[in-house]
């Protein structure tokens, strides 16, 4: 019986990552909320720490949510650390993991000039009365007031962010290999089905529907700044022709 290889960055992040998840359940259980403490908060509020741009790429909100990203960490990072080695690989996904967390930041920071006139609070948000769901009608509306809590008040976590921009980078060095996707009874080439997927990622980003908790702009981001470092990297060693 043939073992499986999974090359040591890809198997020391996935241990890391479902270290992390079962800590989240067990902590949970004792009343403490890890993704608090290393989730991404937004940076301008009060429980944001200098170490959650990097903590919160090995947190997850769910086992469905792990399940997926791990998966895909597996499925997709193992032929890229294969390809580029393992220093290249870490680079990559931590760079993607960062570049996520500062575009869902920036759509944010906006958000938060439309609404108070900057993008760091001067005193314009009541934080304390937020916190507790409470708001002055006379300052917000209760959709501004929504949009304010959960920026303020609701970590990031997820490795969605370096996720897409190893799909995106598998997608440039390895087009032309077919995938089954699901709901799909045929093979797709990678370079077809992995537009389309940020096309919809940037779809339900723009709508914003009310609901949706997920940080389609933190995908997009690591999806650009994957397709940035591929064009970087090119070179006869670390880059294919992915117009063939």
Do not use: C
Request: proline share 5%; hydrophobic share 50%.
């Amino acid at each position: 019986m043939n073992n499986i290889h999974i090359p040591p960055i890809v198997k020391n992040l996935l241990i890391i990552n479902v270290l992390f998840f079962a800590a989240t359940y067990v902590l949970q259980s004792k009343g403490i909320n890890l993704a608090s403490y290393l989730g991404a908060h937004y940076f301008d509020a009060p429980d944001f720490k200098i170490w959650q741009p990097i903590t919160y790429m090995f947190m997850h909100g769910g086992f469905t949510h792990i399940l997926f990203n791990m998966f895909a960490l597996y499925m997709f990072g193992g032929v890229l650390e294969s390809r580029w080695g393992s220093k290249r690989f870490i680079n990559f996904y931590l760079i993607t993991g960062l570049g996520a967390l500062a575009l869902q930041w920036a759509v944010q920071a906006f958000e938060v000039y439309q609404i108070t006139g900057s993008p760091i609070n001067q005193g314009a948000i009541p934080l304390e009365s937020l916190a507790q769901g409470m708001f002055n009608p006379a300052m917000f509306t209760e959709s501004q007031a929504g949009i304010l809590h959960g920026i303020y008040f609701a970590p990031m976590v997820g490795a969605s962010g370096a996720i897409f921009g190893l799909l995106v980078a598998f997608g440039m060095l390895f087009p032309n290999t077919e995938m089954y996707i699901m709901f799909i009874p045929v093979p797709v080439k990678a370079k077809y089905i992995i537009p389309v997927y940020i096309v919809i990622e940037l779809s339900l980003g723009v709508a914003s529907l009310p609901g949706d908790s997920i940080a389609h702009y933190a995908h997009l981001g690591g999806a650009l700044l994957g397709f940035i470092l591929v064009k970087l990297w090119k070179d006869k060693n670390t880059f294919y022709d992915y117009y063939e």
